[in-house]
């Protein structure tokens, strides 16, 4: 199953993925960057701040600045990871960084539930914006 993250919101995005990953589907999630996370862009940037300065800059815990690799993350963040069920799970998901060479030709599938346009409120920031903020190389 091939999704279209294009203007989804982050989390109602990866909650789909995570059920059908569960199900056993393999499922690529395409242009990351384009993805939405809702709320005002100072109170973004301060949680996403507030995650990359935790712990030692050596020992962790890392934070990922690039946007497909955040999008990876909130969906393990969805699976049972302390289970073998989970963990098997994880390794059907891939997150890419626009539409690959291989993935053209296919039709991706995008959720209505997980659209930004369902919100009442028009405040969001872009994932490329996040990670730009954070320094992400985009």
């Known amino acids: ?32 960057e384009e993805c939405v996370v809702s709320g005002t862009k100072e109170s973004i940037l301060e949680k ?14 890392f934070f990922y600045r690039k946007p497909e690799m955040l999008v990876k993350r909130t969906i393990r963040g ?18 890419h960084i626009g539409v690959p060479e291989h993935l053209k030709n296919e039709k991706p599938v995008v959720f209505e539930e997980a659209l930004v346009s369902k919100i009442q409120k028009t405040d969001f920031m872009r994932m490329k914006d996040i ?6 190389k985009l």
């Open 78 to 95: 969805m699976l049972p990871w302390k289970r073998s069920r989970g963990r098997e799970a994880y390794l059907n998901v891939k997150c």
């Open 1 to 32: 199953m091939i999704i279209d993250a294009k203007d989804s919101l982050l989390g109602r995005l990866c909650t789909v993925a995570a059920k059908e990953i569960l199900k056993g589907n393999k499922v690529d999630v395409i242009n990351c």
């Open 131 to 136: 990670c730009r903020s954070v320094g992400g």
């Open 48 to 61: 996403y701040h507030t995650k990359l300065k935790r712990g030692a800059p050596n020992k962790g815990p």
